[in-house]
């Protein structure tokens, strides 16, 4: 990719997890409109649900995520507490004991939880709903706070997939972002979770991090691929010390620029396609026969705040502070502050802060944006038909997109688009011509590349 290009198009664009995006959620769509949300689902609809543990041992400067160091377990305690009563308040407000297809524990590290406060949370969630038996449950893992016994407990409680973080294994790198973590540490876990016949495994790995290079990441890429993960995700480090004050602890001049991360990028993803792997949406790789490569394929990939997944059930329900749902109706975020949050739900009260109902139109970008990401290509036609609209209503849009088209990002057959091999990277800002909200101004985001 030409020099020009990335500078031209290194846009502040969003990730696209939703549509509309988080910065237009807004006040208006608080608990009672959430409520009234729920209780209106048919109760036959099945469910997936996110659940959030806003804690970790140490904070990685480099991490975007919301989440609190602790070194303590009675934060964790309280937390959970109000977790459990989180549940109790949603069930109380849907129409029916419904079904989960997918459970999905996040963070924050869901590893910093005790295995006896794991098992008491599932045996909750299966007191209140009924997890399908060929549900989806993972779980996202921090290897240095991994045992054994954590081990034991998700295959007792059902675990069918684990996502584990390891971000680089160089150690000048592991060093700047304060996340000391050895290769073979990472590989004893690997081989506990198979050992426990969790086989479904994704690795997460960033590039643009401090001090990366070409060659250090590609080192990284090797020792990953001598574990032999099912699915690998490979994040371009989003630096937003605006919003995080702890990445102001990473010095600026070891940040790649530009021009290194889109090298980075592209010789990661040579090696892990040598490696045999497939890929996937924009960061994702996946092992021919994953169901996430698969769903690839087949033009089944979805994409929601997890990022790209095999889920396409029509009701996500978040929980946890900062925990962000998805109804048919529109979208919900729960309160980000932890002390606030379990005040909220001390007091019987749904935590939800913003939001947004979506309108048809929503709908219809969210869909044509959706399909740019999953499958690097759009039919405006098809898509729009399916919402009683049509290509011809995108004429702003498509003479928008011709700068795009110039540059040989992406390339335009009538109503139909097709990212161009070089232009995939760069997709986000094809979505972002079709982004209503985009003007308005609020929000900002980090590199497209
Ligand atoms: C919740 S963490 C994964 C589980 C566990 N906390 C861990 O780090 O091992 C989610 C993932 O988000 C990615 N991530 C965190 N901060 C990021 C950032 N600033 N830019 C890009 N990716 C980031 C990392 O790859 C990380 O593994
Ligand atoms: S990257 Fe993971 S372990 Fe590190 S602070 Fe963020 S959530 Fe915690």
Partial sequence: MENDLIERYDLRVPRYTSYPTAPHFGPSVDGAVYAKWLGELKPETEVSLYLHIAYCAQMCWFCGCHTKATKRYAPVQRYMKALHAEIDLIAGRLPAR????????GGGSPTVLKPKDLRHLFAHLRERFDVLPDAEISIELDPRTTTLDYVKAMADVGVTRASVGVQDFDPLV????????????????????????????????????PYQTVSSLLETIDLALAMAPSRIALFGYAHV?????????????????????????EAAERHLKQGGYVAVGLDHFARPDDALAQAAQSGD????????????????IGLGA?????????YVANEVAIERYIS?????????????????????RRAIIEQLMCRMEV??????ARFGSSGESFARELSALSALEADHIVRRDGHRLVMTDEGKPLVRAVCAVFDSYLSSGAGRHSAAV
């Fill in 98 to 105: 419904m079904k989960l297809r997918h459970v999905h524990l």
């Fill in 174 to 209: 592991q060093n700047t972002i304060n996340r000391i973590q050895s290769a073979p540490l990472t590989a004893r876990v690997i081989g506990w979770l198979r050992g426990y016949g969790i086989d479904a495994i994704n690795m997460d790995l960033c590039y643009g991090l």
């Fill in 241 to 265: 010390p605006w919003m995080k004050r702890h990445m102001r602890l990473i010095p600026l001049d070891s940040l790649p620029d530009m021009r290194e991360r889109w090298a980075q990028h």
């Fill in 301 to 316: 990939l979805h994409r929601n705040f997890q990022g790209y997944t095999t889920d396409d059930a029509p009701v996500l």
């Fill in 322 to 330: 900062s925990a962000i749902g998805s109804l048919p109706q529109g």
């Fill in 344 to 364: 909220d739900v001390d007091e019987g009260v749904l935590p939800i802060k913003r939001g947004v109902a979506v309108t048809q139109d929503d709908c219809l």
């Fill in 379 to 384: 039919d405006l036609d098809e898509v729009a």
